[in-house]
């Protein structure tokens, strides 16, 4: 049976790349897009799958306008994928306010709504697939994009969250987080926040190697569609999926860091429980919380 997709930023990066094979493999989508004549060539090749959708996603009529819309032209939503966002490079300090509100509205406050925009449609199906289009730069932080990786951690929680929510529905929620990928997500899209002194050697020293044009990500976005093609068909999906082998080594490594620091102010950690205290986890609420 067909599934209906729901892809934010259809027009480029990963978005077009999965958009593409999502149409080959003969499913159907509802392709947002702020500019959809950008579509045109999908459009042309497969007139009856596709169903082009201008949307701003920080335009929360338009979202809601948008799923109602692709509701009411293919009669359902199967798959969701939040793929729409930007990068933005610069010290926290530097960034201008407009910067990290546009930042913050782009990159989770949308994916946030249009996922609330779709879930009352899932939940009364009984089913759904939502694939959150965040970053390694939602679980290991670095300096010089502290803004957008504000952005992509609460994506992450939100994700891991939402999918514990919603499971007893039948709606699986993966996170899906690439490393670098050829895309245009340190190229033509990136912006950056206005230079302050003392950050040459950190900050800066990013911001200049993705100007000269001289990064070449390891990610293939075609890969990662494929690989998204097949996430939505496995019936344990996992919560979190890191693409790319840079990013694997980056969470290994944050992840022994935070685990060894843990360790080390283990004393401080659990001197702070009164001391009548139960132990909450024990509780039936408590297990909820440790779950799988």
């Known amino acids: 049976m067909k599934k209906v997709w729901f892809i934010t930023g259809s027009s480029r990066g990963l978005g077009r790349d999965l958009t593409a094979q999502v149409l080959a493999k003969g499913d159907l989508v509802a392709a947002t897009a702020r500019n959809t004549a950008a579509l045109k060539d999908l459009v042309e090749k497969y007139p009856d799958q596709i169903f082009p959708i201008t949307l701003d996603v920080t335009d929360y009529d338009q979202v809601y306008l948008a799923v109602e819309s692709a509701v009411a032209h293919f009669g359902k939503i199967d798959v969701l994928v939040n793929n729409a966002g930007f990068g933005i490079v610069g010290a926290a300090e530097a960034f201008t306010e407009e910067q990290v509100r546009s930042q913050l509205e782009t990159n989770l406050y949308a994916p946030i709504e249009i996922t609330r925009a779709v879930l009352p449609f899932m939940r009364k199906q009984r089913s759904g697939r939502i694939l959150q289009i965040s970053s ?17 951690f609460g994506l992450s929680g939100f994700s891991e969250a939402l999918a514990k929510e919603v499971l007893d529905l039948g709606i699986y929620v993966t996170c899906v987080e690439p490393g670098g990928f050829r895309t245009d997500w340190a190229g033509a899209s990136m912006s950056y926040a206005p230079r302050v002194e003392g950050y040459e050697s950190t900050v800066e020293k990013r911001s200049d190697f993705f100007q000269s044009g001289n990064f070449i990500p390891m990610g293939d976005p075609q890969k990662a569609a494929k690989a998204m093609l097949a996430l939505v068909e496995n019936p344990e999906p996992p919560v979190h999926l890191v693409f790319g082998s840079e990013a694997i080594g980056m969470l290994k490594h944050a992840d022994a860091a935070r685990t060894a620091e843990m360790e080390k102010w283990m004393d401080v950690s659990l001197s702070t429980d009164h001391d009548e205290a139960e132990n909450f986890l024990n509780t039936d609420l408590g297990k909820s919380f440790t779950k799988k």
């Open 136 to 152: 390694i730069g939602g679980r290991v932080g670095n300096a010089g994009i502290s803004i957008y990786q504000a952005a992509k």
